[in-house]
């Protein structure tokens, strides 16, 4: 902006932004744009080569034909440092969706590729059932990354045993490592974690500190680097709780829209809250009220926005009793037979939904059976 005009410049300069620290800006934005470009154009090779039909469908040729290397074409000279600024956006954009079209389709698992919809979801029965011994007697929760960054994370295990006396999170390299019993490592949290709602999401967990209001961001890659905060209506002690209790007073789930943060309002007679939550900063975006009990459902987990919650945490013949639509602020309550749920067991400890992998992950105590279940 400050490379045209007289009156231009003199803003500039009235704005303490020099020429040169202008030039400098848009320089390390063309090369931003440039590294952006070869990772887009490296992650479109792999593509290509191991996911041929997916790579027809990403449609990443058509983009790499029609965005021009920076320095292959002399068109980037003109231009504007708001055009520069969207076409860095769109890039990262399209490189976290090639990346992730890429992990999906190179998973060491049966990948649901069906659930990736935002319709009405089934749940299908259990693609995996297995019992884990540790999990057996103590309320556990277990997942995978969310929104893994390579492909070894994806395929990481992450277990939690316990719910308000435990800080050990034990990480497993596959679900076959698990069955074994064969874990890579055991990481401390600063703080117990409180209640099985915990997320992992891109490197980093995403727990309430037991007996306080806080949420913790702690980063697996960076094991010094977190993040609290303060929730005022979230309550720290074992009250708005799902019905088992165990200290179930938040519930962070990751859907197709990002990270959550479903809780009830201690304030309010423990009627769910559904917080969207910033990764980063752990601010909330925006929060929808709704008029049900933590202790009238039996689990919770968010897809495409919308709150699911299960009638009960130990009928063997379970169903989603009641929706809330972020989108359109509209709640519902569904009858026995509009999405039925078979656990495997009776006293299910936590149930999330995986965006990346498409499965539901359950956890229940009296065998330790831990599950998963594609939504279509
Ligand atoms: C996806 O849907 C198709 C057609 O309904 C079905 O044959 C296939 O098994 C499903 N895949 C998974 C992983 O559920
Ligand atoms: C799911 O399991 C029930 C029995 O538990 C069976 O009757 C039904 O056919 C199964 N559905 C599918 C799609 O496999
Ligand atoms: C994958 O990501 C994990 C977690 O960030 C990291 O520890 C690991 O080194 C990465 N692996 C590769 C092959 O990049
Ligand atoms: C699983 O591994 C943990 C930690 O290494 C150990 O304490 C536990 O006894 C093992 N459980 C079984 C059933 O082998
Ligand atoms: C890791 O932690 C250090 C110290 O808290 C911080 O300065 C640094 O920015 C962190 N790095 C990342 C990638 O979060
Ligand atoms: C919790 O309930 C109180 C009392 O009704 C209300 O003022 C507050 O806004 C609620 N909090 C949220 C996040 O909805």
Redesign the pocket.
């Known amino acids: 902006m400050c490379l045209f005009g007289r009156s231009a410049l003199a803003l500039c300069i009235l704005f303490g932004v020099g020429l040169s620290h202008s030039q400098q800006d848009r320089f390390s934005n063309l090369l931003e744009l440039l590294k952006l470009q070869v990772q887009i154009e490296k992650t479109g090779d792999f593509l290509r080569r191991d996911c041929p039909t997916l790579f027809q469908q990403t449609g990443v040729s058509r983009y790499l034909r029609s965005e021009p290397r920076v320095g292959q074409s002399p068109s980037y000279n003109g231009v504007t440092s708001e055009e520069l600024a969207l076409k860095i956006s769109l890039a990262s954009h399209t490189l976290e969706f090639l990346t992730q079209s890429y992990l999906r389709c190179t998973a060491d698992q049966q990948i649901n590729t069906n659930g990736t919809g935002c319709g009405m979801p089934t749940i299908e029965n259990s693609s995996g059932v297995f019992q884990y011994?540790?999990a057996n007697s103590r309320q556990s929760a277990w997942m995978r990354d969310s929104q893994p960054t390579n492909q070894s994370s994806a395929n990481r295990v992450w277990f939690f045993r316990g719910f308000v006396r435990d800080n050990a999170v034990i990480m497993f390299d596959s679900v076959e490592a698990m069955k074994r019993?064969h874990?890579r490592e055991t990481i401390r949290l600063p703080y117990n974690w409180a209640g099985t709602g915990h997320v992992v999401y891109r490197d980093s967990v995403y727990f309430q500190r037991a007996l306080t209001k806080n949420i913790v961001k702690f980063d697996f890659k960076n094991r010094t680097a977190m993040i609290e905060a303060s929730m005022r209506d979230v309550d720290g002690g074992n009250t708005c709780t799902y019905p088992w209790r165990g200290y179930t007073t938040t519930d962070f789930a990751v859907d197709e829209y990002g990270l959550w943060l479903v809780y009830g309002n201690i304030s309010n007679n423990c009627n769910l809250v559904i917080a969207k939550i910033n990764p980063d900063t752990l601010n909330v975006e925006k929060s929808w009220a709704t008029t049900i009990s933590s202790g009238s459902v039996g689990n919770t987990f968010m897809k495409c926005g919308v709150l699911y919650a299960t009638n009960s945490y130990s009928e063997l013949s379970n169903y989603i009793r009641y929706t809330y639509d972020t989108n359109t602020g509209k709640q519902e309550s569904l009858p026995p037979n509009g999405i039925p749920f078979k656990p495997p067991g009776k006293y299910n400890t936590m149930l999330d939904y995986n965006p990346h992998d498409g499965l539901l992950y359950y956890a229940d105590m009296i065998k330790g059976n831990l599950a998963t279940f594609p939504i279509v």
Do not use: F, L, Y
């Open positions: 011994n540790p019993n874990s």
